[in-house]
């Protein structure tokens, strides 16, 4: 195949800005997908995706499109990319394998604060950048002010950017004209060793695990033998082929610069690494392609089965998901509460929501979750430094010399009214004002810096409230900086349930102590005896609520008599109940586990 015909682009955006719907246009345009079968969200193929309307994997398609311009056929690879700052990875990955990116932006919310993140990016892989104002159909939308934050932000002119109304097609051909005229086609020689970038790969019942690659350099055809560079791994191709009109489909050679999959009998999805360079045993090249930056998780939690029985099924669930999702991470671990079960690590509480439900919908499991930490580092007593990532690692408060949390360097775009309350906000949660730049007359970006442990769970839900749906964030992982670290335990009837424990600053203990009290309270059912419940930082109680037992008339068959015979029947109750209480198990019901993670 002629490479001057061939171009690899991205649509990246903020989450909601319709690049999706683009992708879906583009697919229509290019004869993709007939009239009969076309509908929303073509390239998200999980159910998840479709009722939540976000894109949360990465996905790849060839496209053929003959230019009017040109009058020449090319071939288009398209990756519709996430939105949401959770799934940033699967952007990174994305765009690593791509020569230039479509940047959307919405007519009527204009530069958010993914739109920033996500540009700079492109830039730091040296892509081609398309400007385009998506939605101006709508109501909402302000074309001008909307030029004008990216013209001064983003740097563009006037003329590079395109309008556009995915949901209408206003501007799609004008986008694909403008992919073959600005974004160049891919450099690779066909003579040279082979050099294939692995940037993806799925499970497949009947295929196993499907390979996606980019070829820098060379060929690839079926009968060659490849190398992983990394894992050192030998595979005989089974099929070769690329990823057209949303169906696999074989062909016989692929050449540098293309994109396309294999598949070579692959059972284990562990033995696939993300980045790993592929090559030919026979004419290997000499080094490595550079690959991704090691992706660190942000959020840890554990991962239980309900029943004990379905964790060779939950590690295997694991192994799959971890094939199409990089970026998590677990190892196994043993709870006095739920027995074994895994560590597992996210980029985000969204990130870990979604794997959740994942791994329920997809391989029918039932899970527990435990509350999420962020990863501490101590220094022991000892001078050894060591990373804290569940409330069993932490040492002795004696064995503890210094205690560090990690700190994130918080953009927000905002609009200029909600600043007051905003900058309010994130000072309540221990964030340090950095800087604030105005972006236009309605709009403000401001900078924060603040502990990774407060905008993990309900930060960004409040910055919506408070902007009334027009704010945005995105966070990056910046430092480690001192701080008093604490374990707050849950006790039930004086036994720790190490599912509710959790590290934390101590100044936030007694504030997280009364919160959780109170919820497990209206959370546990009443039992048969009394429960009590207790939030307790060591051997101090810091909060305390009890649930009353259910009451049993056990008097209610006498109808009168001595008072002494009532008394000998309540007096029996009592000893029950007292025994009941040191023998009786607490039922804690799964709603329980889920709604402290929200606290």
Known sequence: ???????????????????????????????????????????????????????????????????????????????????????????????????????????????????????????????????????????????????????????????????????????????????????????????????????????????GVVVFVRIKDGKINPSTQLKMMHSGALYKIEELGVFKNLKYDAVDLLTGGEVGYFTANIRDPREIIIGDTITDTKNPCKEALPGYRQCKPLVFCGIYPVNPGDFPELRDAMDKLKLSDASFVFEPENSQSFGSGFRCGFLGLLHMEIVQERLEREYGLNLILTVPNVVYRVKTASGELIEVDTPAKLPTNQGIAEAQEPYASLLMIIPVDSIEAVCDFAKSRRGQFVANEYLGEDRVKVIFSIPLSEIIVDFYDRVKSLTRGYGSLDYEFKEYLPTKLVRLDILLNGVICDAFSSLMCKERALSKAHALVSKLKELIPRQLFEVAIQAAVGSQILASEKVRSVGKHVTAKCYGGDITRKRKLWDEQKKGKKRLKQFGKVEIPQEAFLEVLKI
């Open 1 to 207: 195949m002629d490479k001057s015909l061939i171009r690899n682009f991205s649509i990246i955006a903020h989450i909601d800005h319709g690049k999706s719907t683009l992708a879906d246009r583009i697919l229509e345009v290019t004869g993709a997908v007939d009239k009969r079968h076309k509908g929303d969200q073509l390239l998200d193929d999980m159910d998840l995706e479709k009722e939540r309307g976000i894109t949360i994997k990465a996905s790849m398609v060839r496209l053929s499109y003959r230019s009017k311009t040109q009058g020449k056929e090319y071939v288009l690879n398209l990756i519709d990319t996430p939105g949401h700052v959770d799934f940033t990875y699967e952007v990174s990955k994305s765009l690593a394998a791509c020569e230039g990116a479509v940047l959307v932006v919405d007519a009527g919310q204009g530069i958010e604060a993914q739109t920033v993140a996500n540009y700079y990016l492109a830039l730091e892989n040296n892509l081609q950048i398309i400007p385009v104002i998506n939605k101006i159909d709508l109501s909402s939308a302000d074309v001008p002010r909307v030029k004008k934050q990216i013209i001064n932000v983003l740097g563009f002119r006037e003329e590079d950017i395109i309008l556009a109304s995915a949901k209408e097609g206003t501007g799609v051909e004008e986008i694909l004209e403008r992919i073959i005229e600005v974004i160049p086609a891919p450099e690779g020689e066909i003579d040279n060793p082979l050099k294939a970038l692995v940037f993806d790969c799925r499970f497949d019942a009947y295929k």
